[in-house]
Nanobody
């Protein structure tokens, strides 16, 4: 069974930085990966994605403050966040999708991904 697990969440001050990590139980070579966040009462929101060629995509409102990257040797991918704001407070989820001939969904939407982690809390204090 393929499993994903996030780590690196926590509490930071406004303007601070965090690196979130997602460990995948299989090789992620040629996979697509993404990061999402969710605030209670709101829809899950895609913030970053990277495809099998390394092409990245970011939520417009967070672009410039995020970097998604991967380490295939360790079956991990990352979300580096900086200049964090209180409104970034949310549960952050990693997601991954295996190589496919076709995926009808956008990489910043939940239906794109087959596998999900359980989430890690990020809290940004004022």
């Amino acid at each position: 069974e393929i499993q994903l697990k996030e780590s690196g969440g926590g509490s930071v001050q406004s303007g601070g930085s965090l690196r979130l990590s997602c460990e995948v139980s299989v090789s992620i070579r040629d996979w697509s990966m993404g990061w999402f966040r969710q605030v209670p009462g709101q829809e899950r929101e895609g913030v970053a994605a990277i495809d099998f060629n390394g092409k990245t995509k970011y939520l417009d409102s967070m672009k410039g403050r995020l970097t998604i990257s991967q380490d295939n040797a360790e079956n991990r991918f990352y979300l580096d966040m900086n200049s964090l704001k209180p409104e970034d407070t949310a549960t952050y989820y990693c997601a991954a999708d295996p190589p496919r001939y076709y995926n009808a969904y956008d990489a910043l939407t939940s239906p794109y991904y087959q596998y999900w982690g359980q989430g890690t809390q990020v809290t940004v204090a004022s």
